[in-house]
T-cell receptor
Framework: GNSVTQMEGPVTLSEEAFLTINCTYT??????LFWYVQYPGEGLQLLLK?????DKGSNKGFEATYRKETTSFHLEKGSVQVSDSAVYFC????????????FGKGITLSVRP | DAGITQSPRYKITETGRQVTLMCHQT?????MFWYRQDLGHGLRLIYY???????DKGEVPDGYVVSRSKTENFPLTLESATRSQTSVYFC?????????????FGSGTQLSVL
């Protein structure tokens, strides 16, 4: 079946540090890949997505590249801000599985001033 | 404001009681979903609905019941609450099957079962 594996957290960084959050996936078909973000006290919001191999999704300074050869979709940001403190979820949507989303466990990012 | 709203925001109940969590969306989206969020498990799909009167089980449906008599509403009922159902519940909606990867989430209901 489909699954998404995220690196263990939480992650604590200083402002302006470089961020990488690892995500790997297992899927039977050709999935679309997503990063969702959950700010404190809120529901999840789509951060970025990529629908095919070698696509790069980007938004708000975050980037992730769909790597089919390594089945990965790592999230990166060059300089984090305190306002980036949130929980980040990697997810996939497999058209062969009714396009329902499968989420990773999420990772908490805390950015200190 | 248009959007997806959940109620109540917080709920405390006792083991064995019936509890209903409400979800309402104003976009007329076809698809609606219920997830629960637990530490160490992330988000797990409980039930989803492709349209009014069409519902299907997700990953963890046991102990839950849903209905979708109107497109805009998708209530989730815990028929006899158990402590293991203490969780944060999120409702979400999406426009259609092909592009339904973009889910719009409500703010969640934090449920405690004592």
């Amino acid at each position: 079946g489909n699954s998404v594996t995220q690196m263990e957290g939480p992650v604590t960084l200083s402002e302006e540090a470089f961020l990488t959050i690892n995500c790997t996936y297992t899927a039977t078909g050709y999935p679309s890949l997503f990063w969702y973000v959950q700010y404190p006290g809120e529901g999840l919001q789509l951060l970025l997505k990529a629908t095919k191999a070698d696509d790069k999704g980007s938004n708000k300074g975050f980037e992730a590249t769909y790597r089919k050869e390594t089945t990965s979709f790592h999230l990166e940001k060059g300089s984090v801000q305190v306002s980036d403190s949130a929980v980040y979820f990697c997810a996939l949507s497999d058209p062969g599985a009714n396009s329902k989303l499968t989420f990773g466990k999420g990772i908490t990012l805390s950015v200190r001033p | 404001d248009a959007g997806i709203t959940q109620s109540p925001r917080y709920k405390i109940t006792e083991t064995g009681r019936q509890v209903t969590l409400m979800c309402h969306q104003t976009w007329s989206h076809s698809y609606m979903f219920w997830y629960r969020q637990d530490l160490g498990h992330g988000l797990r799909l409980i039930y989803y609905s492709a349209a009014a009167d069409i519902t299907d089980k997700g990953e963890v449906p046991d102990g839950y019941v849903v209905s979708r008599s109107k497109t805009e509403n998708f209530p989730l009922t815990l028929e006899s609450a158990t402590r293991s159902q203490t969780s944060v519940y999120f409702c979400a909606s999406s426009a259609d099957r092909v592009t339904n990867e973009k889910l719009f989430f409500g703010s969640g209901t934090q449920l405690s079962v004592l």
